[in-house]
């Protein structure tokens, strides 16, 4: 009798919180400030500065769907996660999305009951090594020895990468990325290997930068983006159209500088429905006619958000790579606003 | 006459033989090289190699020290000042990271018009220690007064804030007054340490004073419940009501008292600071706030619970024994964990319950059941005489307790207290895993995070590490002089 009880409310508790969470738009306009889980910190990606103002190329999606649904891209809660905390923050509600460079797996999106609205950056894993070693390609690693962070994806991508081209290495297990940075520095191994925008931040952080080379191969497939919860598919929605409105504002040339201008109306019928000129696309999500525009002025384009957060004109310095507009020959390509 | 007679006047020595020195090896830094470094074959050895492993370590981290740059707005900065001054292949420590994060490593993101607030919180939190730690007046305690109220005055003064000199001038006056009655400096402040609690939370969250107020109100209706239960309906009804009512009140009664309070007055000082969220906490503030609450909780929760766990009750003791056992049975982050993440699966959802409060009540449990074992070391150590001398002379159990068993339990127990506090102190960097932003990890990682300071390494480490050793260094300074001064048994 009591278990049944137990289980009762355990079930109802679980039925309300599916209820609630199933109106995360209502949720989020009733209290006024948008809850993103970002990283505590990763460099380009998401820090908060000396004033504790949080920036970077994660950040920077908070502030577009912030500025899309609240108006305001200064209405946000940044809840500093670590790789443990992170999905479990979002599945029980602490947080409305997580913009925290997360790599979109089959488990993530399926088991772990999240839905990936996009892709915001294109990642992959590489490798770092001293240019006295003479390597210039990851294939002439055999028998070397590497810093890898534990209990990472990139440790089993590592493992992969050496069986399929019959060599051996032998690991070197580090904690974090600092502690990583400093095991290679006093020599401990002689390649690093993480994500390639973190071995890029990493390098450019040396003292003498020119000493080490980050090598051409790229051992993995590591698509980063912000995800929700599953359930809620307006709130998916939002999230993947401020996205791919981003994406779009860069191709069409859009930029934080003239959205202004251009949502007074422009010949390309694309860009005054994206802008909210010409139909009402954001009443189909929830929104208003302007919020493209909002989350486009937010930070800028997706270009804009790029370059002045981890681009090359930044010390990080990442090319746009796999990164560019599929019209310059890169991965990004948003469906159409129609 | 013999010769025998005139030699027998005696014989008086005016001068006195000048006093040698001893032997080389008998005396000053020789005998003392001798006797302690240079005993035998195996010591000489132990010594050389020592002396060679502290000259290594010096060799190595003295330039890095000597090299230090206080002055840059980032590593690269830091690292073309060193080149230019010491060559190209000096290494050197950057210490301007410090400088430019300092606000940030002692408050975290704490709004910074608000920095006198938990500095204020700080600085009345020795007034509030002063007549816990201290029995006897001293003239030391009156030039730390005056250091305290100077600063406060100086923190007044440089945010142009009136409060901090209000809050010092009514203490002061309230203190004044019990002492011309006749309370003796410190013993007149013995109130403050209450009011304290409710004060450090006011600054430190901000919000209506009466929120406070009305806390520390239930405080108030427990001790009236049991003055008038106590003489009708007996000591057992009355302990009772002390804590249902307070309980009752903090319910229902003190949430419109507290609205209707806070809406007749102003949203001004003194009644209204303007709120500062839990997720704004970091830093030192975030360590201090959750080892001293977790400290002043854990102790005499952990009195109570040994106190279960030797009570003849069956139902009572198994439950301490059972809290205890689990506590201990499971490690910190485990309750962090669940503190964190595991109860909002189970809260009802929109239920904002505060983060930092949930790992201050794990923090507590966790340190009260070791504290509890500690004490119950310090109680099995009493000789069965004197629990049975207290029953000879007609004393309650409580009275027992209070006036025989337990100042000589906590006088054995002192050194094992304050580990466990220094444990719990240093145990607050574990918030690291529940995301919140600790001194050690979680705002040196921030900081890394920066463009500007990727790539420093051991100066957070170090001058986190520093401080905490200071705070560290000075409770175990304490508990000797505690124990010194409690010392019965050789006088």
């Known amino acids: ?338 | 006459m013999s010769d025998l007679h005139s030699e027998s006047v005696a014989f008086v020595r005016d001068t006195m033989l000048t006093p040698q020195s001893p032997p080389a090896s008998q005396a000053g830094a020789i005998k003392w090289l001798r006797e302690n470094l240079f005993s035998g074959p195996m010591n000489t050895i132990l010594t050389i190699l020592g002396v060679g492993i502290v000259v290594y370590l010096v060799n190595l981290g003295l330039p890095w020290f000597l090299h230090s740059v206080w002055n840059a707005n980032s590593l690269a900065e830091c690292r073309s000042a060193i080149t230019a001054t010491w060559g190209p292949d000096a290494h050197g420590a950057c210490w301007a990271m410090i400088r430019e994060r300092w606000s940030q490593f002692m408050f975290g993101f704490y709004p910074n018009v608000f920095y006198w607030r938990p500095i204020l919180a700080l600085l009345l939190l020795f007034v509030a220690l002063a007549p816990i730690l201290f029995a006897e007046f001293s003239n030391r305690l009156t030039i730390a007064g005056g250091v305290v109220a100077a600063l406060v005055v100086w923190l007044a003064a440089s945010y142009g804030e009136w409060l901090p000199v209000g809050i010092l001038a009514v203490v002061a006056a309230i203190a004044g007054l019990l002492a011309v009655q006749g309370t003796k400096w410190p013993h007149n402040l013995i109130w403050f340490p209450i009011v304290y609690a409710g004060i450090a939370f006011w600054l430190l969250w901000g919000g209506s004073i009466f929120t406070p107020i009305a806390a520390l109100a239930g405080i108030v209706v427990g001790w009236l419940a049991f003055r008038i239960l106590a003489p009708i309906a007996g000591n057992i009804v009355a302990v009772t009501a002390a804590v249902v009512a307070p309980v009752l009140w903090w319910y229902f009664g003190s949430e419109p008292v507290i609205d209707l309070l806070s809406r007749a007055l102003p949203r001004v000082e003194p009644f209204w600071l303007p709120p500062v969220d839990s997720d704004q906490f970091g830093g030192f503030v975030l360590a201090f706030v959750i080892g001293l609450t977790g400290i002043a909780f854990s102790l005499p929760m952990g009195i109570v619970l040994a106190l279960g766990r030797r009570s003849d009750m069956l139902l009572v003791k198994a439950l301490c024994v059972g809290f205890i056992e689990f506590i201990r049975g499971v490690p910190l982050i485990t309750l962090l964990f669940t503190a964190s993440l595991l109860l909002n699966y189970f809260l009802p959802p929109g239920t904002n319950f505060d983060i930092i409060l949930r790992v201050i009540i794990m923090v507590t449990l966790f340190s009260a059941a070791y504290i509890a074992e500690v004490i119950r070391g310090g109680l099995a150590a009493l000789p069965r005489g004197q629990y049975e001398a207290a029953d000879a002379l007609g004393l309650d159990y409580w009275k027992a307790q209070r006036l025989i068993i337990m100042p000589q339990a906590l006088k054995i127990s002192i050194p094992g207290i304050v580990s466990s506090f220094i444990g719990l102190f240093k145990d607050t960097t574990l918030v690291v895993f529940v995301a919140l932003l600790d001194p050690l990890k979680g705002i040196t990682d921030a900081v890394r995070a920066s463009i500007e300071w990727k790539g420093i390494y051991w100066e957070p480490y170090i001058f986190v590490g520093a401080i905490f050793f200071l705070v560290c260094f000075s409770m175990s300074r304490y508990s000797m002089y505690l124990e010194n001064r409690l010392k019965r048994e050789h006088r």
């Open chain 1, 1 to 338: 009798m009591k278990k049944s009880v137990f289980l009762g409310t355990l079930a109802a508790t679980a039925l309300l919180a599916g209820y609630a969470s199933a109106a995360t738009l209502d949720d989020v306009k009733a209290r006024g400030e948008l809850n993103c889980g970002v990283n505590t910190g990763l460099v380009g990606f998401a820090a908060p500065d000396a004033n504790g103002n949080w920036q970077g190329f994660d950040v920077a999606i908070c502030k577009a769907v912030a500025a899309a649904v609240l108006g305001d891209a200064t209405k946000i809660k940044y809840v500093p996660t670590t790789s443990e905390t992170r999905f479990t923050a979002l599945a029980s509600g602490e947080i409305d999305v997580l913009a925290r460079n997360t790599t979109w797996t089959f488990s993530r999106d399926t088991d772990l009951a999240f839905t990936f609205t996009g892709v915001n950056y294109y990642d992959g894993q590489g490798f770092m090594v001293k240019k006295d070693l003479g390597v210039t390609s990851a294939k002439e690693l055999d028998g070397a020895t590497v810093c890898i962070q534990t209990g990472t994806t990139t440790e089993l991508n590592l493992a992969d990468f050496f069986k399929v081209n019959n060599m051996s290495y032998q690991p070197v297990a580090i904690q974090t990325n600092a502690e990583g940075e400093q095991q290679f520095l006093a020599g401990a191994c002689d390649a690093y290997t993480t994500d390639a925008s973190g071995l890029a931040a990493t390098r450019a952080a040396f003292a003498s930068p020119d000493d080490y080379i980050i090598l051409p191969e790229i051992i993995s497939k590591e698509p980063l983006g912000p995800l929700v919860r599953q359930g809620d598919d307006q709130w998916a929605d939002i999230n993947r159209w401020v996205l791919n409105a981003l994406v779009a504002a860069e191709e069409y040339g859009v930029t934080s500088a003239n959205v202004e201008e251009l949502s007074k109306g422009t010949d390309n019928p694309e860009i005054n429905r994206m802008l909210g000129n010409e139909g009402d696309l954001g009443a189909m999500i929830g929104l208003d006619k302007d919020w493209a525009k909002r989350a486009v002025s937010a930070s800028g384009n997706y270009g804009e958000i790029f370059a002045a957060t981890i681009g090359e004109s930044t010390p990080i310095g990442l090319a746009r790579g796999l990164n560019a507009q599929w019209t310059q020959g890169g991965l990004l390509y948003s469906p159409p606003f129609r």
